[in-house]
């Protein structure tokens, strides 16, 4: 049974940087993709960032050019830098994996999921 235990979670000043951190166990997670998804207050949860088995990335155009995700597979942990935080990527942020391999937009298509760090970021 594989386990994602996030952390880094916090409150943060508009214009501010986070690193969140996605610890992975049971499962040598390099074989597959890796997601964040963030929730917030009154609003479904969306598709943020991923990085595929093979290294590939794809963003939500909200955070492009300020998010980025990096894995060390030697650690089985993914991480989630976030920098020039807006007031509007206040969320409890999620990861995911997908045993496939490739990222996905669906949080349907995701086999495990991690119980959630509040990022709080005040203007």
């Known amino acids: 049974q594989v386990q994602l235990v996030e952390s880094g979670g916090g409150l943060v000043q508009a214009g501010g940087s986070l690193r969140l951190s996605c610890a992975a166990s049971?499962?040598?997670?390099?074989?597959?993709?890796m997601a964040w998804f963030r929730q917030a207050p009154g609003k479904q949860r969306e598709f943020v960032i991923g990085?595929?088995?093979?290294?590939?990335?794809n963003y939500a155009d909200s955070v492009k050019g300020r998010f980025t995700i990096s894995r060390d597979s030697a650690k089985n942990t993914v991480y989630l830098q976030m920098n020039s935080l807006k007031p509007e990527d206040t969320a409890v942020y999620y990861c995911a994996m997908s045993t496939s391999g490739s990222i996905y937009y669906s949080e349907t298509l995701y086999n495990y999921w991690g119980q959630g760090t509040q990022v709080t970021v005040s203007s």
């Open positions: 049971g499962r040598t997670f390099s074989r597959y993709a």
């Open positions: 990085i595929s088995s093979s290294g590939a990335t």
